[in-house]
Nanobody
Framework: QVQVVESGGGLVQAGGSLTLSCMVS????????VGWLRQPPGKEREAIIC????????YYVDSVKGRSVASRNNAENTVTLRLNNLKPEDMAIYYC??????????????????WGQGIQVGVTS
């Protein structure tokens, strides 16, 4: 059974920070690029972060670049995201996701096949 489970969401005041965590099981974790997706209300789901198989490269979409830090731990099959200086437009459902044996460029364009149930991040202003 492939399982992808996010945790750490919640409601945060604008300007604050939040850490999301993800644990993955049921697959060979280091065969996958992994990262984060989000879907704001009324908008399309988009990939915002991708980390290469061994963590040597991390890619961020412009909207979170410079105020977020993502990492993976292949010994624990986990992924984390620290999002700082939260803005109202960060309000979304966040998903941890993975794609097997592919480039992060493709992941960022929507190529992934596993993801979790998602977790809500709210931002108050």
């Amino acid at each position: 059974q492939v399982q992808v489970v996010e945790s750490g969401g919640g409601l945060v005041q604008a300007g604050g920070s939040l850490t999301l965590s993800c644990m993955v099981s049921g697959l060979k974790f280091d065969d996958y690029v992994v990262g984060w997706l989000r879907q704001p209300p009324g908008k399309e789901r988009e990939a915002i972060i991708c980390i290469s198989e061994y963590g040597s490269a991390t890619y961020y979409v412009d909207s979170v670049k410079g105020r977020s830090v993502a990492s993976r731990n292949n010994a624990e099959n986990t992924v984390t995201l620290r999002l700082n200086n939260l803005k109202p437009e960060d309000m979304a459902i966040y998903y941890c996701a993975g794609g097997r044996e592919r480039w992060c460029d493709d992941f960022m364009r929507g190529s992934y096949e596993v993801w979790g149930q998602g977790i809500q991040v709210g931002v108050t202003s």
